[in-house]
């Protein structure tokens, strides 16, 4: 199959873009700056494109088979990457009807809870537009997500390993259902084109729900560190965020967004996917060993 990756570059899109490869599909890369992107030998062919300027996407190829939406804003200001968010899926929608393309898959996040961060409501507002779309949409919606390079994973590395003790907000209270990048990447890539997947959002998630707390302790566990975390009730995001970037190499504003999302839950409640992908996925445990072991995550 000929598949457009958006997001190419980015921590899953990197990854994908070898799953991809190893499956014998051909991918057509849209990325905004090629000079950045370093795609492995394969059947890649790199496009040059923003999406958030139509006018770049007018050469689009038309006989594309499926697409991966991985694109994320949140690294932007927040008065900015809602609206960036938003302007780029619906130029995305508009390019890809003018293609052959019969299914959009999307890596969204859970987001059960009633009262949203401003991250998570715009995953819900990217799908609410990929989904206004004629072509199919599947959405995969994922917890932390836990491989070398992923920003929250890092995160949790940093604090560790550096801080013996850690002041952290109420919210490191939180649960949330980390998944193995592995696993990850086994769902984006079964979903493709499966007939039972269309026009579905399914949530994956590892086997068991945990604290953030319980991931900071558990993580130092495994590297055997002595680490003691003190939760105060009045540490707000944005003292958080600068908490964050002086430990950790996290920029601010994707500091911002990460703690401010701590606020919600972040379960799996829909077991809908294990009907029809039966997995054991990876323990919290195991994900980490395989992060630790593998630093670059790719092949």
């Not at 070898?18 to 394969?42: C, M, N, Q, T, W």
């Not at 770049?56 to 809602?82: C, G, Q, R, W």
């Not at 491989?147 to 949790?156: L, Q, T």
């Not at 984006?188 to 302790?217: Q, R």
Request: aromatic share 10%; with cysteine.
């Amino acid at each position: 199959m000929k598949i457009l990756l958006t997001g190419a570059n980015g921590y899953i899109g990197s990854r994908l873009t070898y799953s991809l490869l190893e499956k014998g599909h051909s991918i057509i890369a849209l990325v905004r700056d090629p000079k950045r992107f370093h795609p492995p030998k394969g059947d890649i062919t790199i496009y040059q494109g923003d999406l958030l300027h139509l006018e770049t996407l007018k050469n689009l190829p038309k006989d594309i088979d499926a697409a991966y939406y991985l694109v994320h804003a949140m690294s932007d200001e927040p008065d900015h990457f809602a609206k960036n968010d938003r302007i780029s899926a619906e130029n995305f929608v508009h390019a890809i009807t003018k293609t052959t393309c019969k299914q959009i898959i999307y890596l969204s996040g859970i987001a059960s809870d009633p009262h949203l961060s401003k991250h998570l409501s715009s995953r819900l507002e990217v799908e609410t537009i990929l989904k206004s779309g004629p072509i199919p949409l599947t959405v995969l919606r994922a917890s932390i997500i836990i491989g070398s390079g992923s920003a929250s994973f890092e995160i949790i590395r940093d604090l560790v390993e550096k801080l013996p003790i850690m002041v952290a907000p109420k919210w490191v209270k939180q649960k949330c259902q980390p998944i193995a990048i592995t696993d990850v990447l086994y769902y984006l890539t079964s979903v493709l084109h499966h007939p039972d997947c269309f026009e579905k959002a399914f949530e994956i998630g590892g086997p068991e729900a945990i604290s953030y707390k319980d991931m900071l302790l558990r993580y130092a566990k495994k590297r055997d560190l002595k680490r003691f975390i003190i939760t105060v009730p009045v540490l707000t995001p944005r003292l958080s965020s600068y908490w964050l970037i002086f430990i950790t190499s996290t920029n601010f504003y994707l500091a911002r967004s990460l703690i401010a999302s701590l606020k919600n839950d972040s379960i799996k409640t829909d077991f809908s996917i294990d009907a029809i992908f039966p997995r054991k996925c990876f323990s919290y445990e195991e994900a980490i060993d395989h992060a630790l072991q593998n630093p670059s995550d790719l092949k």
